[in-house]
């Protein structure tokens, strides 16, 4: 599909897309560059490319596709590194989290015959780094790009069957409503367990080994998201901030009724509440986005009494 | 252990006591008791117990051992409908997860020769029901007693051996503090998930399809815990209103702090929150509350190219 495939980061999304793409023969020859040596060598060390260098300048030449797969506060000054080395006709995109600033960021650097379409594979764990990726990682999850209008048709429809190479189903969708969604489905939430977990962990009257013990309860779930990796999350929030606070303002106007009829003790608000939100867990169970086991099936234990 | 155990409710929690209970021996005869005859049809066609019956003031007699496994907003009116068939030296404990108010609605109620140790398991699943139980449910799980001083210490003894037969282990702790804890690890967590759910399935600007498809960004982690019983939560936060509120509290604060950090593109004070974060999930892992699988290991797959 491409002949030369340039992969700038190699952490968890970028290792996963070297892995997959290999598997698949989606590109002839896969390019890894990263600022580290360390990273490098591990790269090597897991055989996620063909060649491997530390200058981004020289990563990018000759290459057909160039996916930058690094924090989203990189993107402006890789772009001003790479614009001059591009090759007439490389797709360039990404896989950040936010997709306004990417074009934002992007597009002053890029030459005239390059194709911007920026990236958004919904998919990832709290683990970040060249040993996080596996290459199942974007099996039967969303990929959205989000090319502006105009953009080079073919360079669109080439991206989107190399994402449905990689396992992912591909929705092409508007910047501005994709940083909205987003800060729904996935900012928020990140934000809000980062919070909770911070709260929880400087508290007097609470001990840190008491949180840890009894955190079975419902908080370790949320440690989960808060276990992320902490430069790219600090990128997200910092380039998709209006979206964020329009979001954040929503989620506290709610959480100020909630607040209300625990005060008040409106037990009939609070199980309506509570009833209603059981359903959109369904529906994202049949999407086939969650597993249906208890825990998430992370305790899941064969018991032959119980199912007797 | 015991001669006659009685459990009053069978769902979740009711039905693993007695499937392991039964497994270990620790019971010669068990009552099962509940209201809706459909349950207390599937508790049979489970096995649950030995004598099912919809009559509480029946299911206690001769008891040694009665535990509530009901919503805590039950209990106030289950004590006065078994406080006078209840046998002398009976230990009356139940499975709630608040504890102060459990005390000041059964106290009442007891007879002078019965012991009231409450108790709380810090284990369970987003299902409910007689069938959602099974055996290991708490293996390896705490399980906090909060007698008041004085009481009994042969049937604290005794109710602590029963908890350990079940898998779990045992702690004692002051009912105020437990309520404390709960509000930070189980409350507040659950109060937030249901808050954003909900928040979430009523935009106008994300439409629900998107809020499922890309639900796996982090918001789906949300879900499970949103998607627990409405009746059992309404009663959990109408019985721990003070802790709720406070904790509350200092989680909005704390979110403001964020807030304003994302509104001033404040990157250094994000990084060094999101970056405390990452090793309280560490400490959670390494207490055996939580597996160190990435996403929970909900989506695990034997991926051999990677691992080579």
Known sequence: MFKRL??????????????????????????????????????????????????VSEAVQGADCVILCTPVGSFASL???????????CIVTDVGSVKRSVVKQLKPHLPKNVHLV???????????GPDAGFATLFDERWCLLTPEQGTDKQAVEKLTSF???????????????HDMVLAVTSHIPHLIAYNIVG??????????????KFSASGFRDFTRIAASDP??????????KDAVIEMLGRFSEDLSRLQRAVR???GDLLFEHFTKTRDIRRGI???????????FGRDVVVDTESNS
């Open 6 to 55: 340039c992969l700038i980061g190699i952490g968890l999304i970028g290792s996963s897309i070297a892995l997959r793409a290999r598997q698949e023969g989606l590109a002839e020859t896969i390019v890894v560059s990263t600022r580290r040596q360390e990273t490098l060598d591990r790269a090597k060390a897991r055989n996620l490319g063909d060649v491997y260098t530390d200058k």
């Open 118 to 128: 920026p990236g958004h594979p919904i998919a990832g764990t709290e683990y970040s």
């Open 163 to 177: 994402w449905q190479g990689l396992g992912s189903w591909v929705e092409v969708m508007e910047p501005d409503h």
């Open 231 to 240: 430069v790219m999350w600090r990128d997200v929030f910092l380039h998709n």
């Open 199 to 212: 709260t929880a962990s400087e508290l007097e009257e609470v001990t840190q080994s008491e949180v840890v």
């Open 79 to 89: 772009g001003e590194r790479i614009g001059p080395h591009l090759a007439d006709g």
């Open 285 to 295: 169970i049949e999407a086939g986005q969650e597993t249906d086991l208890p825990n």
């Open 264 to 266: 008040n003790g409106d």
